[in-house]
């Protein structure tokens, strides 16, 4: 067998065996799993048969069903319950991934990820010329970069190389993506907590992303690069290795779909991301998977606000997600909401860009008509 195959097969059956504390781990937990009323994925689709298969795998990179379903098995509150420990993990862990990701994407067995189209560069203009609907809009995407493991198996070198790897490229951005990198070691507290109440640097992880050991090691290897208007940010291993983002106020898309677009084409020049022919680009949680697109606009709508049925059918109709202005979980304030598509897999990035924008266009045209 050439060592072509060979690595394919690591990549789907998994290499070595987990150990007799692994298996223990994983034993008490899916029997506390099983015995609760969770309402998780995990708890719906990983049945015994399937546990017994896969309790035994590990990938090339040490991973174990145990680091992919950790935070599952602790938070039993959770909606889906795993993410991947590595990007093998989609492969090795298919009869369970493949499932959540079937459901949670309404993605069938037999579809593909479309390859990556940004579309024209002309294709999405400014939603709100007045301003008197859109605070802001934001595009973000997540990339992982090759020969890295994701959080749950990163070690502390792990973190570091990838700042360190990532130094050189954003020394070669120019023009409106220039910019300064900023480590969270020996970031100021003041000055972190003036980022995070800004909206523009992320906080340590909540109870499901400590559960899945996605905060280890904190700060070494996290930090934040923006440009001088702070409208181009790349996060450095908050739950992905790299979330590239784009941000301004008011509804030009155009303007910050475009300006994250070449910020993704210039990152990508120095580094190599990790994809599937079927899933796209692989993510650390499964639901970003694919084009990785969120695109997103904060929009005052209180006449609509007033009449939530509508308001939610309309969004259902263009696959958008409807949060509070703070974010998941979070309430309304002022009748702002935070409004993002809601597909990202099986879609070209243009698709992604394009219902959003469509869809936002229909709200605000429901709001000017609500009495």
Known sequence: MSK?????CEEKCGKGKASPEVLSQLELGYEKLFKSDSPSML??????????????????????????????????????????????CYSVFADLFDQIIQEYHTFSPSARQPPTDWGPSNAFGNLDPTGQF?????????RTLKGFPLNPCMTEDHYKEIENLMQP??????????????????????????????????????RFLQAANACRFWPTGRGIYFNAKKSFL???????HLRIMSMQP????????????????EIQKNNEFVASDRFGYLTFCPTNLGTTIRASV???????????TKFKDLADKYHLQIRGAAGEHSESKDGVYDLSNKRRLGLTEYQCMKEMYDGITEIIKAEKAKK
């Open 234 to 240: 790349v996060w450095i291993c908050e739950e992905d």
């Open 4 to 8: 072509g195959k060979c690595k394919k």
């Open 169 to 206: 490229t954003f020394s070669n951005l120019s023009g409106e993506l220039k910019g300064t990198y900023n480590p969270l070691v020996g970031m100021p507290k003041d000055v972190q907590q003036k980022l995070i109440d800004d909206h523009y640097l992320f906080k340590e992880g909540d």
């Open 43 to 88: 708890k719906r689709f990983l049945i015994k048969e399937m546990f017994d298969k896969l309790k035994f795998k590990k990938t090339s990179f040490g991973s174990t069903l145990l680091d992919c379903i950790q935070s599952g098995l602790e938070n039993l509150d959770s909606g889906i319950g795993v993410y991947a420990a590595d990007p093998e």
């Open 298 to 308: 904060h929009i005052k709508v209180p006449k609509l606000a007033g009449d939530m």
């Open 250 to 265: 008011g509804g030009n898309v155009g303007e910050v779909f475009g300006r994250m677009v070449n910020g993704v084409k």
């Open 134 to 142: 859109v605070v802001s809009t934001r595009v973000r995407c997540c």
